[in-house]
């Protein structure tokens, strides 16, 4: 889960690296907390997608969680 002390701190080493510099340290941290809060949005959109509801000419509901899997990695 990223918290908004994490984006802080993302916003903060984006802007040190284009200011200075980062050290080898702060590029993996920075690293890190990017890879952490992609995978926290992919999350939430599958769990978007798997909740969505289509209905087809026929009147037929079709939850796409269930059609696809509820696929996750």
Do not use: C, W
Request: proline residues 0%; charged residues 40%; hydrophobic residues 35%.
């Amino acid at each position: 889960m990223i918290t908004e002390k994490d984006i802080a701190r993302i916003n903060e080493l984006y802007h040190k690296q284009k200011a200075e510099g980062l050290t080898d340290a702060e590029k993996e941290e920075q690293a890190k907390l990017r890879k952490a809060y992609i995978e926290a949005i992919r999350g939430n959109v599958r769990a978007q997608l798997n909740n969505i509801d289509i209905v087809d000419e026929n009147g037929k509901v079709e939850n796409l969680g269930e059609k696809y899997g509820k696929v996750s990695k």
